[in-house]
């Protein structure tokens, strides 16, 4: 069965488990009072606000999409519903990752399904019968007995040899793939030649990945045997030297002869790492045409009868000029131009204006009180009370 299980949405139930399980099971070692742990939590979780459209926002319901907490609150629920559902039906086969399961189970049994899908109106399960892969792991079962392949798609190559990145950010990528291949492959001795293949297809060669995997068989014997020099706790730990240097291929040939230069004058009395500086293509040559008017920015307009007007926009200024231009708005310079309809307007840009709305407001303000258009003239206003009882 493979399920995927969306966000979760009731966060004081999930905090009222975490609080169960810390002050009444003795779980872990509480940090503050039980009052004061549970206000922390639904600060962190329930009070999210954000801005759309340039409205300010807060969420009332679910935890932050990509917040830090709600990954952890997501596992913390679902093992929740694993002690109250699952554990007590006991499957034959049980696995999950965050939220995806992998589930055996009786021909025409539904019950763990229905119990889940049933457990919270948030929780939505999806199924698919008899999957030839879980998340990045090929399965297929012989007689009872599962076997594991890494999943691997044909059209995704890795870096390509012909990339200008370090060499070592190439060799990585092999070793990394070795690495994941040994934990999840149930025969390692299968996924070498489809490793040597693939990276063959990258245009890497031959005798590169050969090097790369015979290092990693060793790396592999030695920690078999349980071969570990000991650490001198009598020696001064050496100071570390980190450069940051442009990559180039110049650059790493001659940083392996510096490298060399340098332990042998210092006499091995420094630790030095090379950090590769590396740009994207993509930063070279800008994708998007260059606009030619900004965003941010305080603007002035001038009519043609000699009025003027002067306003702020985060977005792009012609589109805002465009508004203004159109007489259904409800813009001062589109209600000139309602009642003088042959009046056309002239916009410039003053200055640029900072992100932050309130400090844009206020430069508007300055440029108003400098320059005194008069259509920026207050004409309606609004009495605000400060004080619902009035002042005593």
Request: some cysteine; overall charge positive; aromatic content about 10%.
């Amino acid at each position: 069965m493979l399920s995927s299980i969306p966000p979760l949405q009731d966060d004081e139930e999930t905090i009222d488990y975490i609080i169960k399980e810390i002050y009444d099971h003795k779980k872990l070692e509480p940090i503050c009072s039980k009052l004061i742990f549970r206000r922390l939590l639904m600060k962190l979780a329930t009070e999210c606000t954000f801005t759309i459209n340039g409205k300010f926002c807060k969420q009332v319901d679910g935890c932050t999409m990509g917040g830090s907490l709600s990954v952890t609150f997501c596992d913390i629920y679902m093992t929740k519903m694993e002690n109250e559902v699952v554990l007590p039906i006991k499957p034959i086969f049980y696995k999950r990752y965050v939220d995806d399961i992998y589930s055996r189970r009786k021909k025409g049994d539904n019950y763990l399904f229905n119990r889940m899908n049933s457990y919270h109106p948030n929780i939505k399960l999806t199924i698919e019968l008899n999957p030839s892969k879980f998340l990045d792991t090929k399965l297929k079962c012989i007689n009872v007995t599962y076997k594991f392949n890494v999943h691997r798609k044909e059209t995704k190559l890795p870096i390509p040899w012909t990339s200008k990145v370090p060499k070592r950010y190439k060799r990585n990528t092999i070793d990394g793939d070795l690495h994941r291949s040994q934990r999840i492959s149930s025969n390692f001795d299968e996924e070498i030649p489809l490793i040597k293949e693939q990276f063959l297809k990258a245009d890497y060669p031959l005798r590169f990945v050969n090097s790369v995997i015979n290092e990693f068989h060793k790396s592999k014997e030695i920690l078999e045997e349980n071969f570990i020099i000991p650490p001198n706790i009598f020696e001064e730990e050496k100071p570390f030297i980190l450069i940051e240097i442009p990559y180039c291929e110049l650059n790493e040939a001659k940083s392996k002869h510096f490298l060399k230069k340098f332990h042998t004058f210092t006499n091995g009395s420094f630790r030095l790492a090379i950090t590769w500086k590396t740009r994207k293509i993509r930063t070279l040559f800008p994708l998007k045409d260059k606009s030619d008017y900004q965003s941010c920015v305080i603007y002035k307009g001038i009519c043609s009868c000699g009025s003027s007007y002067v306003g702020e926009t985060k977005r792009n200024a012609l589109t805002r000029w465009g508004e203004h231009n159109n007489p259904t708005k409800k813009s001062e310079p589109s209600k000139h131009l309602r009642q003088h309809i042959e009046h056309v307007f002239t916009w410039t840009i003053l200055c640029r204006a900072p992100k932050n709305t309130r400090t844009r407001k206020n430069l508007e303000a300055s440029f108003i009180a400098l320059l005194k258009p008069d259509l920026n003239e207050q004409s309606d206003f609004d009495i605000l009370v400060l004080f619902r009882n009035g002042v005593t």
